[in-house]
């Protein structure tokens, strides 16, 4: 039988129509469509897509039950490597790992590993209620700092070997930046909540509220018992340009913008937190936390623009969610830089002025270099300005904590193959390491801790 060589598209939401809702954009395959979708894969003796996964699922395995019908199946043997398949098989970028490696992508387009995925993982979660049983203890007490797919992998692989795990969480909602970062359009909280609470089964204790560095610290962790501590506390300290205006109201880091909407339900008519609904808004940034500010600007009723120093072409977001903002009508604005923020007598934004731009010779990161267009300075008339420019890892636990080593930016300095840090019995791994970067390599962080802190505490078994 001829090989179909397009993936299955993606049903979504008409664009008009989602740009005034925070339903989920995407709407999954049918079963029909993810079997077709399944019979495009060659089933590769040496799995290159493998190699792609940052966790190492048997991507044929699970793929091979889908051609059968076996949907639970399938499930179970994505479920070996990853505590997180609906939350991955949604925001991960497959097209840039397992896609990217695909046999059948040589002529053809790669089999839509990511939509196979979220099917599975969706029809396990509306089909099957059970959660797992708790593991027998094994006497070992470990602490897990946040909650995001770093930590929650990490607790999950630990609970299963009989560990007894707590998870303290900053905020008052377990799943880090699943929960405060993406917007529900991409990732419904319902998952993220059902995902936690497969973690609870297993028996990790879920302690929100608790902001490691002032409630408690790594010391006093190990004074209350727990032989070992992973630190997955990410990387929730927001980059402003340092440019005029940046203190004005209506100027807004993307980190808070999308914690009260995302978190704290202020898009919501009668929610009690307070954000500005602004009319103009600029979002300033090309990446995927650029992408999910303007959209839920966009749900809110402004007209939106993103503000981009290089081209398109450039653009560091995922290209199916740069497409999903073009057809909901935000405007991009590239080559453009913004210069300073103006505002009103109330100290409120009202203008922004930029700075066109053009590319020259490549800089230290691989990209053309942005460079000034001499007197192309111009205003954009704006009530609200949104800077997306990246985070890093906020300094708390390393102000706090004797001994522990970090890079210049503040990043974790850790050995590459156990996640262990400068003192002993302590892990880190996802954005505290890295910076921002990818649920999936967060994901993979919290697995190799795991296995390291297992090999640490029970060397003999």
Known sequence: MAINPHKHEMPTQDPVVRAGNYNEVALGYTEEIAVSEAARCLECKNMPCVSGCPVNINIPGFIAQIKKGDFEAAYQVIAKDSALPAVCGRVCPQESQCESKCTLGIKFEPVGIGRLERFVADWHNANTTELPEKPESNGHKVAVVGSGPSGLTCAGDLARKGYEVTVFEALHTAGGVLVYGIPEFRLPKAIVAKEVEGLKALGVKMETNVVIGKTLTIDELFEEGFEAVFIGSGAGLPKFMNIPGEALKGVYS??????????????????????????????????????????????????VTIVYRRTEKELPARREEVEHAMEEGIVFNMLTNPLSIGGD???????????????????????????????????????????????SPNPLIKNTTAGLDTQRWGGIIVEEETGLTSRKGVYAGGDAVTGAATVILAMGAGKTAAKAIDEYLMPNA
Do not use: W
């Open 254 to 303: 993307a980190n808070e913008f999308l914690t009260r909407i995302n978190l704290m339900k202020a898009y919501k008519p009668d929610g009690s937190t307070p954000v500005q609904h602004g009319k103009k808004v600029a979002v300033v940034g090309g990446g995927n936390v650029a992408m999910d500010a303007a959209r839920c600007a966009k749900r809110l009723g402004a007209d």
């Open 345 to 391: 007598e109330n100290g409120c934004v009202n203008s922004m002025v930029c700075q066109k731009m053009e590319l020259s010779e490549p800089d230290e990161s691989g990209r053309a270099k942005p460079v000034p267009v001499e007197g192309s300075e111009f205003t954009l008339d704006v009530d609200c300005v949104i800077m997306a420019l990246g985070t």
